[in-house]
C-alpha cells in the first residue's frame, strides 16, 4: 500500500483528504441505489423505485461539489507529480460513480413497469449480477481511500467474473422470450437492467485503473479478460 507522503502546507493534505472522503462518500452512496434498486425489483414496488430514482440527484450534486473543489484545488495549489494524478483521478473517479448512480436509477426505473405484469422467475439472476458488482464497486472505493494498487488491480481482474455472470442471465432471459412470446416485454426489461448492472462492472474497473496510474504514474496496460460474449456472433442460446 502507498502512503501519501505530507505537504508543509498541512491545509493542503486536508484538502486532499477532503476530496478523497467526498469520492468514498459518493461511492458508498451508489452502491447504497443499487442495491436499493435490486431490493424494488424483488419487492415489485412502484413508490420505491420511484424514490430511487429520484435519489439519483444526490450522486449528481455531489459530482457537481466534487468538480468544484478541484477547480479549486488546480487553481490555489497548482498542484504537480503525484499530487495532480490524485487530483484528475478524483475527476475521472466521480465522472466513473455518478454513471454508476444513472445506471442504478434505470434498473429502479424498469422495474417499475416491469411490476405491472407476471413475475418471471429468471429475474431472480439480476440480485447475484448486483452483488457481484456491488462487491466490486465497494473493493475498488477501499482501494481509492488506501492508495492500494494492487487492491485495485484485483478488482479489475475481478470483472470477468461478472461478465460471465452477466452472459449466464442475458441466455436465460432469451431462452424465455423463445418459450413463450408474452415474456418478451418483461425480459427486453430485464435484459436492459442486467446490462446497466454489468456497465457498472465496467465503470469499477475504470475506477481501479485510476488507482493504479494515480500510485505507479503509468497505465495499466494488461490485457484484461473479457467473458461477456453475448455480443459475438459466434454466440448461441444453449
Not at 8 to 35: C, H, P
Not at 198 to 223: K, M, Q, S, Y
Request: with cysteine; hydrophobic share 45%; charged share 30%.
Amino acid at each position: 500500500m502507498n502512503t501519501p507522503h505530507q505537504h508543509i502546507i498541512k491545509s493542503y493534505d486536508d484538502e486532499l483528504k477532503r476530496l478523497t472522503g467526498e469520492i468514498v462518500k459518493m461511492g458508498e452512496l451508489a452502491v447504497k441505489q443499487l442495491e436499493a434498486a435490486i431490493e424494488v425489483v424483488e419487492r415489485r414496488d412502484e413508490r420505491a423505485a420511484q424514490r430511487v430514482v429520484d435519489n439519483d440527484e444526490a450522486i449528481d450534486a455531489l459530482e457537481h461539489d466534487i468538480s468544484q473543489d478541484v477547480v479549486r484545488l488546480l487553481a490555489l495549489r497548482a498542484p504537480i507529480a503525484g499530487d495532480l494524478r490524485n487530483v484528475f483521478a478524483a475527476l475521472r473517479i466521480a465522472a466513473d460513480i455518478e454513471r454508476i448512480g444513472d445506471y442504478a436509477a434505470n434498473v429502479a426505473k424498469r422495474s417499475i413497469p416491469l411490476s405491472r405484469v407476471a413475475p418471471i422467475s429468471a429475474a431472480g439472476g439480476l440480485a447475484n449480477l448486483a452483488e457481484l458488482a456491488a462487491e466490486q464497486l465497494q473493493n475498488v472505493l477501499k482501494a481509492y481511500h488506501d492508495q492500494d494498487a494492487e487492491a485495485a488491480y484485483e478488482v479489475w481482474k475481478s470483472d470477468a467474473e461478472l461478465d460471465e455472470a452477466y452472459t449466464v442471465v442475458f441466455r436465460a432471459l432469451l431462452t424465455y422470450m423463445m418459450e413463450d412470446p408474452r415474456n418478451i416485454t418483461p425480459c427486453t426489461h430485464l435484459l436492459f437492467m442486467a446490462k446497466n448492472i454489468e456497465r457498472i462492472g465496467d465503470h469499477a474497473t475504470n475506477i481501479a485503473e485510476n488507482v493504479w496510474f494515480v500510485v505507479h504514474g503509468e497505465p495499466l496496460v494488461a490485457p484484461r479478460t473479457k467473458r461477456d460474449d453475448t455480443a459475438s456472433p459466434d454466440f448461441t442460446v444453449k
